[in-house]
């Protein structure tokens, strides 16, 4: 999927002159955790986050440092600390280096950006101009949208069982030598041998993602034994 296809294309955006009560204001009002702050000819100069309103004097949670620290850390970041938790208008506070995607960006981009940079909205630009934003919220919808819809049809027992090896045969965390996979009236059968418990619940969604299952067996041992990593076929019980 592609940016295009999630962004919220209506954004509530704030000018850098505005204050920072009332970009507060805005963030309650429409439930967003941030806004995107345009100048005057419509152009991204910086983005104002439910983070930026964390350190404050007026809520008395601005950062206090001890008198000899404060003569070993830069005049710099002091200064910039002071100006964030004291600053009353927008863009003395803003981001003002902005991440950004285009709409034709994919999705996988998109969290990539804010896993690396620890942020939750991306302003959508088309030739300068915000056109949306994506969030997090977006992801939400997407998810609900693109899950697996219950099978028309039922499946038959051959056919869960290919899909559910087939799964497994793309991962490593599979333990290929020493698992058994069974299927009879859409029921899963899983025995075998894993040598880590977090395989046992990724085995388990891997069944269980599959259409026409009904039930899963879990009959796996835990075991510090070590376990040839072979990358045979999946030894298949027959029921």
Same mark, same amino acid.
């Given at each position: 999927?592609?940016?295009?296809?999630?962004?919220?294309?209506?954004?509530?955006?704030?000018?850098?002159?505005?204050?920072?009560?009332?970009?507060?204001?805005?963030?309650?009002?429409?439930?967003?955790?941030?806004?995107?702050?345009?100048?005057?000819?419509?152009?991204?100069?910086?983005?104002?986050?439910?983070?930026?309103?964390?350190?404050?004097?007026? $809520?008395?949670?601005?950062?206090?440092?001890?008198?000899?620290?404060?003569?070993?850390?830069?005049?710099?970041?002091?200064?910039?600390?002071?100006?964030?938790?004291?600053?009353?208008?927008?863009?003395?506070?803003?981001?003002?280096?902005?991440?950004?995607?285009?709409?034709?960006?994919?999705?996988?981009?998109?969290?990539?950006?804010?896993?690396?940079?620890? $942020?939750?909205?991306?302003?959508?630009?088309?030739?300068?101009? /915000?056109?949306? $934003? /994506?969030?997090?919220?977006?992801?939400?919808?997407?998810?609900? /949208?693109?899950?697996?819809?219950?099978?028309?049809?039922?499946?038959?027992?051959?056919?869960?069982?290919?899909?559910?090896?087939?799964?497994?045969?793309?991962?490593?965390?599979?333990?290929?030598?020493?698992?058994?996979?069974?299927?009879?009236?859409?029921?899963?059968?899983?025995?075998?041998?894993?040598?880590?418990?977090?395989?046992?619940?990724?085995?388990?969604?891997?069944?269980?993602?599959?259409?026409?299952?009904?039930? $899963?067996?879990?009959?796996?041992?835990?075991?510090?034994?070590? /376990?040839?990593?072979?990358?045979?076929?999946?030894?298949?019980?027959?029921?």
């Amino acid at each position: 999927m592609k940016v295009a296809d999630v962004m919220e294309r209506g954004v509530i955006s704030i000018t850098p002159e505005s204050s920072v009560t009332k970009a507060a204001r805005m963030m309650l009002l429409y439930e967003i955790s941030g806004l995107p702050v345009l100048d005057s000819s419509g152009r991204l100069v910086g983005i104002v986050t439910e983070g930026d309103f964390l350190r404050r004097a007026e $809520i008395g949670t601005e950062l206090h440092r001890k008198r000899l620290v404060e003569l070993l850390v830069d005049i710099g970041p002091l200064a910039e600390e002071y100006a964030h938790s004291h600053g009353r208008k927008v863009e003395e506070v803003m981001t003002r280096d902005v991440v950004t995607v285009t709409e034709d960006a994919s999705l996988e981009e998109v969290v990539r950006l804010m896993e690396r940079h620890r $942020i939750k909205r991306v302003p959508v630009l088309r030739d300068a101009q /915000v056109i949306g $934003i /994506v969030s997090r919220a977006n992801f939400l919808h997407a998810l609900i /949208v693109l899950s697996p819809k219950p099978a028309s049809a039922p499946a038959s027992d051959a056919a869960i069982r290919e899909q559910i090896l087939a799964e497994l045969e793309k991962h490593a965390w599979t333990p290929r030598a020493a698992l058994n996979v069974g299927v009879k009236d859409g029921i899963v059968d899983l025995d075998g041998v894993i040598l880590d418990e977090r395989q046992r619940a990724a085995l388990c969604i891997a069944a269980e993602n599959v259409p026409g299952v009904q039930e $899963i067996r879990d009959r796996l041992v835990l075991s510090q034994a070590p /376990v040839s990593p072979a990358r045979g076929a999946l030894p298949i019980h027959a029921d």
